[in-house]
T-cell receptor, first 116, second 110 residues
Framework: GAGVSQSPSNKVTEKGKDVELRCDPI?????LYWYRQSLGQGLEFLIY????????KSGLPSDRFSAERTGGSVSTLTIQRTQQEDSAVYLCASSIQGLAGGNEQFFGPGTRLTVL | QQQVKQSPQSLIVQKGGISIINCAYENTAFDYFPWYQQFPGKGPALLIAIRPDVSEKKEGRFTISFNKSAKQFSLHIMDSQPGDSATYFCAAVSNYQLIWGAGTKLIIKP
């Protein structure tokens, strides 16, 4: 298991329900990122964790979105009261440290979220 | 100012041909320009990257050309192969944030 893993791979939920998406970064990577990718679109930055620093939440689209990273490793992205416009692929990436210096981000396969 | 504009949106190239994807940016604070390749159902993977103090970087069949004064950079895929069919994203980095282009869907016809 050398790569970034995400679960579930697919999630179908009803509008108004809460969902939790999980990301397991590469061991030893201190930086973790969440992105959202809508069909045929580029990646939209959501949130960034770096070590023990306060996360950069500037990309979260609304207060229904939150994320945490426990013990500097696993991260959970939570979407409350899901809406149909939340349907997208949610991608997690990790890197050895922050991108200053050009450290490569390694991406997981994503979680495809469908809100009915 | 944070945008990265990518073109074309889609591209069809014959096998053996040259695929060219272009990107433009405005923020002069960007200091690292990676290209990512994404296959269906997979996350993006770093393909090649360049810093603004270099005008060209080549890795195998993949070359980035960088024009700092024009704030433009491009990806060239030489001798394009069907296995190169994927979506390609350019990006630009400022501090820890990757700013992404919208992507180019490349199809290589056998």
């Amino acid at each position: 298991g050398a790569g970034v893993s995400q679960s579930p791979s697919n999630k179908v939920t009803e509008k108004g329900k809460d969902v939790e998406l999980r990301c397991d970064p590469i061991s030893g990577h201190t930086a973790l990122y969440w992105y959202r990718q809508s069909l045929g679109q580029g990646l939209e930055f959501l949130i960034y964790f770096q070590g023990n620093s306060a996360p950069d939440k500037s990309g979260l689209p609304s207060d229904r979105f939150s994320a945490e990273r426990t013990g500097g490793s696993v991260s959970t992205l939570t979407i409350q009261r899901t809406q149909q416009e939340d349907s997208a692929v949610y991608l997690c990436a990790s890197s050895i440290q922050g991108l200053a210096g050009g450290n490569e981000q390694f991406f997981g396969p994503g979680t495809r979220l469908t809100v009915l | 100012q944070q945008q990265v504009k990518q073109s074309p949106q889609s591209l069809i190239v014959q096998k053996g041909g040259i695929s060219i994807i272009n990107c433009a940016y405005e923020n002069t604070a960007f200091d690292y320009f990676p290209w990512y390749q994404q296959f269906p159902g997979k996350g993006p993977a770093l393909l090649i990257a360049i810093r603004p103090d270099v005008s060209e970087k080549k890795e195998g069949r993949f070359t980035i050309s960088f024009n700092k004064s024009a704030k433009q950079f491009s990806l060239h895929i030489m001798d394009s192969q069907p296995g190169d069919s994927a979506t390609y994203f350019c990006a630009a980095v400022s501090n820890y944030q990757l700013i992404w282009g919208a992507g180019t869907k490349l199809i290589i016809k056998p």
